[in-house]
Every structure is written in C-alpha cells, then in structure tokens.
C-alpha cells in the first residue's frame, strides 16, 4: 500500500489540489498530513473556519470519491480554537481521522501507537 506523508499545506489551495492529483495518479491509498493544514497569512479567527467548512470539506469528498484515506492533526499554526470544529468535519467521513492524540487501527494494523 502506497502512503504519502504531506504537513506545512498552510491552507494553499494549489499544494492540496496537487497532493490529490499526485495521489490519484499514484494509486496512494493513504495521505498523512502532519499539521498546519490551514491559511495562517490572514485573519485566522475568521479564515480558517471558513477554509475548513468550504475548501477541506470538498476536499475530503474528493478524497471519499477516489476511497483515499486521509489522517490528519492540525497543528501550532492552526488555532487551538478550532479543534472542535475540525473534529467535527473529520467525523463526518468514513475515510478522514483526526489522529491528534489517538491511536488509529487502519486495516487490521495499528498505525499509530
């Protein structure tokens, strides 16, 4: 099984669209983001709510669409404010996990310890 480990995404729309085509075209199964997926060059109290009920949400449908699992944690430049939030969405998807703090059994093998 093919893995792609991505993190500093910084909510650019282009590098996002990218890692999917990349992943689609690759046959990648899973995608791991390791933090700081949201805009931080703006106001973050309104942008970042906004990146993750817009753009991420298409975006983990895409991921669902294509059956590209997504592990993901915000991270120091994603603000704290918004854990709820994108726990929220995450749970929303059968392919999508916040893994921040958790352990993960992925295909009868733990990922994550």
């Known amino acids: ?8 995404l910084h909510g650019d ?14 046959d990648i199964k899973v995608i791991i983001n390791g933090g700081d997926m949201l805009p931080k060059q703006c106001n973050r109290h309104k942008e970042q709510p906004l990146f993750m009920n817009n753009f991420l ?8 669409k294509h059956h590209i ?3 993901a944690m915000l991270g120091n430049d994603d603000l704290l404010a918004f854990d709820d939030l994108f726990e929220e969405l995450c749970s929303q998807f059968d392919n999508v996990y916040n893994i921040a703090n958790k352990k993960i059994l992925f295909m009868n093998m733990s990922l994550l310890e």
């Not at 729309?13 to 690759?26: C, G, P, T």
């Not at 975006?59 to 669902?64: A, D, P, R, V, W």
């Open 57 to 64: 949400k298409d975006y983990f449908i895409q991921l669902q």
């Open 1 to 8: 099984m093919k893995v792609l480990y991505v993190t500093d």
């Open 69 to 71: 699992t997504y592990l």
């Open 13 to 26: 729309k282009n590098k996002y669209n990218k890692i999917l085509e990349v992943s689609i075209k690759e």
